[in-house]
Structure formats: C-alpha cells, structure tokens
C-alpha cells in the first residue's frame, strides 16, 4: 500500500505565496518522477510541475517563473513553490507519483493524493 499526504494549501490573497508538500510513504521501493497537477470546477486536470528522480523540472507556461518545485528524495518528499499567486490558480491541487513497490515483482505504478485547496482571492 502506497499513500500520498499532501499539505500547505489554503486561501492566500494575491500576489501572495504557498508551499505544497507532497510525502510518499507505505510499502516503497523507490520513488521514481513526482508532480502536482491541479483542477478547477468546470475544468479538466491539467499539469502543473513534474520532476524526475534526478530533479529535472518541467513546467507548465502558466507558472513558469512563479512556481518552483523541488524534491527531497531521501524523504520521498516534493514541495511545489507558489509565489506571485493568480486568482486563476484556484484549484484544487493534486499530488501524483510514479511508484515501485518493495517487492519489485512489478514495475512502477501511478498514485495519487486526495487533493488540497488553494484558493487565491482578495
């Protein structure tokens, strides 16, 4: 069993900042690439960040330059970085991780988190 805690989300004005933390933990082998997708009511899941196992980043062209992530791999652990917050980055933001179990008789499957509430209004 493999489970995702998030945590930092919240209501920011704007131009204020959050930090998201997302931790794996349960029967791991290892943690391979790591991200933070988000949804709005009305809208689909889109990508925010991801990261990969050697802290390569990609980012969406809606965040880049406001938005930073970052992973702490010996905790399992990614953060995401919010700075100069939009009132169109209200969503709900979602965790999600590329997993190996400790019995590595499978590969790597996809988990994801339950979700945290950013909400970014004045």
């Known amino acids: 069993q493999v489970q995702l805690v998030e945590s930092g989300g919240g209501l920011v004005q704007p131009g204020g900042s959050l930090r998201l933390s997302c931790a794996a933990s349960?029967?791991?082998?290892?943690?391979?690439?790591m991200g933070w997708y988000r949804q709005a009511p009305g809208k689909q899941r889109e990508l925010v960040a991801t990261?990969?196992?050697?802290?390569?980043?990609r980012h969406a062209d809606s965040v880049k330059g406001r938005f930073t992530l970052s992973r702490d791999n010996a905790k399992n652990t990614v953060y995401l970085q919010m700075n100069s917050l939009k009132p169109e980055d209200t969503a709900v933001y979602y965790c999600?991780?590329?997993?190996?179990?400790?019995?590595?008789?499978?590969?790597?499957?996809?988990?994801w988190g339950q979700g945290t509430q950013v909400t970014v209004s004045s």
């Open positions: 999600n991780a590329e997993v190996v179990p400790l019995s590595r008789v499978v590969g790597a499957s996809s988990y």
């Open positions: 349960g029967n791991i082998f290892v943690v391979n690439a």
């Open positions: 990261i990969s196992s050697g802290s390569n980043t």
